[in-house]
Each structure stands twice: as C-alpha cells, then as structure tokens.
C-alpha cells in the first residue's frame, strides 16, 4: 500500500512539473542571471525501502516508514540563465529511523519574471538507520525531480514545490542469508517533497534602459516635414516597449519608433520632439527617454525663373543651321541652368544656354524650339521660339520650253480609240509628239513643280452626241494614259471631253492649212480642194495646253507626217507596178 502511494505520488509531483513547464514555456524569459542561489526548507520523505530483521536463516521484512521530520538544502552555481550544477544534501527522521542523502549533478531552470520552473538530476549516497537493526547501511543513490519557485524579489524566492523521486541500492548480505535475495539488496524506490526559501546573490546588475533621438533634416522651412527616430537599448528584448511622442513645435505623429512632425501651423523658432520609451512588464529599470532638437526657418521667397528664347537666323533655306541662345535669370538670386533642349523639327543639339539646329533634310514649313531653366530649388520655366524653313529657289523658267509644251495638238484615225481597245489609236508620229511632250515637261517641271497640263479631247460630227462625248473622253484618256507611261505625274494632268461641240469651223481650218509652214503652194491647194475630209481630219483631236499660261494648242494638222493619209482617212500611196510589154500574136498562117 505504502509502495503504491508512493508512486502515484511521484507521478502526480512529476505531471505537475511538466504542465508547469508546458504553462511558462509560452512566457517571456526573464533575464535575471543570479550567479548563485542556495535553498534551505522544510523536506518531506518516504523511503520506500523493506529491510530484513530479526534471524538472519528466517528474517522478517520491515517496511521503512515515512519520515514527516526533515530539512533539506542546496547550492547551485549557474554557468548561464539556463543550466547550473548543483549540491543537495537533505535529512529526515521519524519511529527511531534517519536517512540522509548527498547529491551532485546538473540542474536546468527557466526563468520568467513571475515563477522559475527547474528540474535536476543528481548522483551520490545514502545512509539509512533504522531501528531494530544492528547495522546502519550506506548505499548508492539517485535524485530526479523538479519544482517551482515564485520570485518575491531580486534575491528572495519561495521554493512553492520541489518534488523528487530518490533511488537507493544498499547491502545486507551480513544480516540475511543469501536465500532471500530481495533484502539482502534492496532497492529504495522514495519520494521527497520539499519547500522553502531560496536565496540568489551575483551576477551581472541590472542596466538602465537607454534611448537616442535624432531627426532628420535638423532645419526645415515652415510646411515642410520632418523624421524623428528612436533608438532604444538595454531593454529586455523579449518585452514589448511602448513609445509615446511629444513635441513643442508642430504636430507630432508618433508610431512606434518613429514620428513625424507637421510644421505647417509652426512659427519659426528651435524646437524639441522628446520620445518615452516604456517596458510595461519590468517592475524597474523600464523607462528611458530622449529628445532632439530642430529649427523652423521663414520660407524664403520662391519665384520661378524667367527665360526667353531666340534664333538667328529666324529663317533660313532648308539645309542650313540656325543658332539659338537661352536667356534665364533667377528674380531671387539663385543659380539656374538651361537644359531639356527640343525641337518640333530637324536635329536639335543643345547644352547650357545654346543650342544648334540642323535643317538636313527637313521639309520646309515652321518649326518650335524650346528648352527648360530649372533653378537650384527645383522651380523652373519654359521658353520657346519658332523658326522658319523655306524652299531652296526654283531655277529660271525656260520661257522656250514653255511655248513649245503647248505647241501641237494630238489626232486621231476616224473612231479610235474603241471601247474594245482604249489603249489604241495612236500612230507612230503622235507618239513622238507626246514622248518630247513628256521629256520637256519633266525639266519644266523643276521649275514649275505646280504645273499643270489640260488635255481637251474632241470628235468630228459625224456620229451621235453621246457617242461623239464618249469617244472624245477615250481620246484625252488615251493621251493621258501615254504621259502617264513616259514620266509625267498623274495628278499633274487635267482631262476634259467636248465631244463634237467645239468643232473647228471651215475658215478655222483653212486659216490654218493656208498658215501651215510646211506646206508649199501646191500642197495648199491640193488640200483645200479636199477640205470636207481635212475639216472632219482636223476635228479628231486632243488639245494640249499648259494650265495657268493663258496658251493653247498650236491646232495645225501634221500634214507631212509618213501617216498622214492614214489619219487624214485616205490610205498610204502604193507603188506602181513596172509596166510589163506585151508579146505580138502569132500571125496566123
């Protein structure tokens, strides 16, 4: 029964001390480190041990009772906040009986602000009288176990608990025959419990907390913000400090180790920001402070620079260079510098107070030009100038050349072109005609990049009116489409269609048979005496003229071109055949 007791006594002592290990294991560890600390109490003990007694042949088993009169006693020496090496020696007696044991081993301890949870294991001896038996015993013994102290002040502590198991071997071999194995070496299976007052002394003293402010920048201008920072030491780093901010100069914001302060509403003047830090869970040496000084200063006038661009030339041929030169100054006084040179146009080079643009290659038209002054606060202006770049000059007009890009008109054989066949129709001498038409408008043109040539298309009256205005537009199409093929710009040319309205009339074309320089007097005649086929000939044409010159066509028709006959409507002489001299009959017989 009393075995039995006993250990559900060291199971219950030993249970209490691993939930009390499993309770502060989630507390702040203190950082108290006493070098040494001594324990003396009051200290409990049951044996747990049967003897043998009476005749050594035939012994009686004697059950050691509990010992309820005992002190104990410890010193530890600790190497850190954790581990130490500890010394125990404890005594108790009751019924005539006595047992002492002495110990040394390792101890580990967790120390908080508010309980200190230890456990130990030590090795050494025990000596054991009891009544009734001749011979005290010494033995081999072992302590494992632990407790609880509650801190009542830097060197004082109540040992609340300890409890222990205390193992035993001893031998009575000289009192009991070797028949009765169990009590010629019993084992000792005890318990202990103890309580009482620990004393700790040495180790390192407490150090006041410490705090350091500093804030940056030290000099503001009124509204604008400033930092404050605090640096706290020698707290215990597993507590939480608490900061609180105040200040006599502004609105001072505090979060945690930092503030900021709002000069907006400040006079100028030197002011302080002081921080409070505070360890809510140390019972002393939990505050420490600081402050940091910082001027306001008057906001000095800010005006921005002025700045004023300008180029020279202002204007110039595409090609040329143009210099620009920055002018800013400061109304407060203060350094600028020019930068951030742009242009709309061109290539723009430009550093400090000039700049250089290049108009290679730009089309002509009007150009921006601008750049920054920015002062040594950040204030800055912008100015810009505009430039012109103009058309390199045209060269001279050949007036020569121009007269003859009007000088013939252009016709066609009877009903052509057709709608089958709109790229047909021309014969080879009015394909010249339009191929040095071509070649001379393309040099005039370098002068005149706007010219224009107008192509009037006309029909002789012998078919209907629409059919006279859609042949008529064939015609100016054809001819355009020819000038298009040998170079002239298709925008450059303008169409017109006047069908058989318009016409020639009979002395027109007279006037111009009998004007026409290559005809001799002959030729004059022969023609007008056919003036009905000349007058529908003439009438199968296109007009060229040059737009805006106030000239038309040269309407004179190419009578001495290889296929004149053709467009005239006759045909192409053919060679007479080589007369051929017939043979006489035979003469009949």
Known sequence: MIVSCTRRLLVAGISVLALCLVSVSA??????????????????????????TGDPANPTPYKVPDMAKGAGTALTYNFDNHFGLEADFGYNSGSGNSLTTASIGPRFIWRTDDVNVFAHAMLG????????????????????????????????????????????????????????PNLRHPTFDGVRLRTGIVYSWGGAEPVQPTAACTIQPSEVFVGEPLTATVTASNFNPKHTVAYSWTGNGGQVTGKDTTATIDTANAAPGSYTVTAHATDARSKK??????????????????????????????????????????NCTSPDGVPVSVANWQSSGGSLTGSGNSGTLSTAGLAPGTYTITATCTDSRGLNAQAQTTVTVEKPPLPPVDKALEARLSLHSVYFVTAQPTEKDPNGGLLASQERTLATLASDFAVYMKSKPDAHLVLTGHADPRGGVAYNQKLSERRAARVKGFLVDHGVPADAIETEALGDQHNLTAEEVKASVEGNPSLNKEERARTLRNMRTILLASNR?????L???????????????????????????????APTTKKPAPKKK
């Open 547 to 577: 737009k805006g010159t106030g000239d038309t066509s040269v309407r004179q028709f190419p009578f001495n071109a290889e296929d004149a006959l053709t467009l005239i409507g006759g045909h192409t002489p053919v060679k007479k055949a």
């Open 285 to 326: 040496f939990n505050e420490a402070s600081c402050s940091a000084n910082y001027t306001v200063k008057a906001i000095p006038p800010k005006n921005p620079p002025t700045m004023s661009l300008s180029a020279s030339p202002a204007s110039i041929v595409t090609g040329g260079s143009i210099n620009v030169a920055a």
């Open 27 to 52: 507390l702040a560890q203190s950082d108290s480190n006493p070098k040494w600390d001594i324990f003396a109490g009051y200290q409990y003990a049951h044996p747990g041990a049967t003897l043998p």
């Open 541 to 545: 044409r296109v007009d060229i003229s």
């Open 125 to 180: 001896g025990n000596w054991l009288n009891v009544t009734g038996i001749s011979q005290g015993t010494n033995g081999l013994g072992a302590i494992i176990g632990g407790g609880i102290d509650i801190p009542i002040n830097k060197s004082f502590s109540w040992r609340l608990f300890e409890a222990d198991y205390v193992y035993g071997h001893h031998n009575y071999a000289n009192l009991v025959s070797a028949a009765f």
